[in-house]
């Protein structure tokens, strides 16, 4: 069983590393992004994963099939322990994400971020404060861990991430290219019906906005096919798919909503969801910026997030979890929270002035987008617990959708 976790974990991570970008398919995208296009484009933020896939046929919870993981994101990087400036907002708020309450007192982050699947939220959390106490001077932290749920291809229930898969993903963390798709907690993830997981973007100010960058990576797993937008046009209505369907079928026919699954045609693309269904699941932004913000602009920053959902389509619905945090890399030193050394002295604190700060909400919004999208794109077809299978979003078809509608680009 390890061997197999360890090779789906490498020909994942190969996979995802060689997967074009949506850029690379002539994608249309407005802002200009940076180097990387990825939220490793800010200074000094590193990001990890642990991807665990094995397994496969009837779901028996606690065996499998698993379909999940762990993404660590350090602002400063693993070997810098200083705090960041930082904001949270919760569009809506059916998820998770622990350690927000001293964000929202404080202003301040100390910890990494974390993001796993539903079942794994206190796993994931615990093992994040160990690593904690074994790299870090003070005695306690809040770690930010946040969720969306696997359960379509997962055994979400039988919570197979670990303490020591936690650890791993922190270890790995790094900065430079950012991996996406089936990707650390985006792994068994659905995304506007078809396959999600993990997407970044970037970009990069002109020199009389300040020269800053904004990075956005986020976890998808929202939306509906229906309801999905790219360049503006609903393009999953003119698409060849189907509903719901399964590779296989168990002695007892697999059911969705009360109807029994058929057999996926080959020939078409199968969604998660119907395209009638309505919108539901739940998306996790981390926006970073080397911006001079402080905490109630990163609030109004990561407010921001849903418009950018808003360009793909998102009705932040009733269930879904969509929730957003935003930090700022500039300011180091100047507080870190409940273990800052020099506590009996006042700080200097560079902030723009409200004013200044319309470029960054446009390069938010536009991260956002793009984040979700390259996350759809790197996306592979998955089939998961009890053959469940779901299509990612075919790159053939999109190119075909924007093409009529005279919106493809070349592909840079």
């Known amino acids: 069983m390890k061997h197999l976790i360890l090779t789906a974990l490498i020909l994942a991570s190969s996979a995802s590393a060689a997967s074009p970008r949506a850029r690379d398919l002539g994608v249309p995208f407005d802002g200009t992004p940076g180097p990387l296009n990825a939220i490793t484009d800010v200074a000094g933020v590193e990001v990890g994963f642990k991807t665990l896939i094995s397994g496969e046929g009837e779901l028996v919870r606690g065996?499998?099939?698993?379909?999940?993981?762990?993404?660590?994101?350090?602002?400063?990087?693993?070997?810098?322990?200083?705090?960041v400036f930082a904001g949270f907002f919760a569009g809506n708020g059916n998820g998770d994400m622990t350690g927000t309450h001293w964000v929202e007192e404080g202003g301040v982050l100390e910890t990494p971020i974390l993001i796993t699947g539903t079942g794994s939220v206190g796993v994931v959390r615990d093992a994040a404060f160990k690593w904690l106490a074994d790299h870090r001077k003070g005695a306690f932290w809040y770690p930010l861990v946040a969720e969306t749920a696997d359960a379509t291809l997962h055994d979400m229930a039988?919570?197979?991430?670990?303490?020591?898969?936690?650890?791993?993903?922190?270890?790995?963390?790094?900065?430079?290219?950012?991996?996406e798709g089936n990707m650390g907690g985006g792994t068994g993830m659905v995304c506007n019906g078809f396959k999600g997981g993990t997407g970044t973007a970037s970009r990069k100010l002109t020199a009389a906005e300040g020269g800053y960058t904004?990075?956005?990576l986020v976890q998808c797993n929202y939306g509906s096919a229906q309801g999905l937008r790219i360049a503006g046009i609903p393009v999953a209505r003119e698409m060849d798919l189907q509903p719901p369907c399964v590779t296989k079928?168990?002695?007892?026919?697999?059911?969705?909503?009360?109807?029994?699954?058929d057999v996926c045609?080959?020939?078409?693309?199968?969604?998660?969801?119907?395209?009638?269904?309505?919108?539901?699941?739940?998306?996790?932004?981390?926006?970073?910026?080397?911006?001079?913000?402080?905490?109630?602009?990163?609030?109004?920053?990561?407010?921001?997030?849903?418009?950018?959902?808003?360009r793909l389509g998102s009705i932040l619905a009733d269930g879904s979890g969509d929730?957003?945090?935003?930090?700022?890399?500039?300011?180091?030193?100047?507080?870190?929270?409940?273990?800052?050394?020099?506590?009996?002295?006042?700080?200097?604190?560079?902030?723009?002035?409200?004013?200044?700060i319309n470029p960054l909400f446009t390069a938010t919004i536009e991260g956002v987008e793009e984040a979700v999208i390259n996350a759809m794109i790197a996306a592979r077809t998955m089939t998961g617990a009890n053959w469940w299978t779901v299509s990612a979003l075919p790159h053939d078809q999109l190119q075909a959708v924007l093409r009529r509608h005279n919106l493809l680009q070349p592909p840079k």
């Open 265 to 310: 045609d080959p020939k078409k693309l199968a969604l998660a969801d119907d395209l009638t269904e309505e919108h539901r699941g739940s998306i996790i932004i981390v926006i970073a910026t080397d911006a001079p913000l402080t905490a109630e602009q990163l609030k109004r920053l990561a407010r921001r997030g849903t418009a950018g959902l808003g």
């Open 214 to 216: 904004v990075g956005v």
């Open 158 to 179: 039988g919570q197979h991430v670990t303490v020591q898969d936690t650890l791993d993903a922190l270890d790995a963390a790094k900065a430079g290219p950012v991996a």
């Open 63 to 83: 065996k499998g099939p698993v379909r999940t993981g762990v993404t660590a994101i350090f602002p400063r990087g693993k070997a810098d322990a200083r705090g």
């Open 323 to 356: 929730i957003f945090i935003a930090f700022s890399t500039a300011n180091a030193g100047v507080d870190d929270g409940n273990w800052h050394e020099a506590a009996d002295k006042p700080a200097s604190v560079a902030r723009l002035p409200n004013a200044a």
């Open 249 to 261: 079928l168990l002695p007892k026919p697999q059911q969705r909503r009360g109807r029994n699954a």
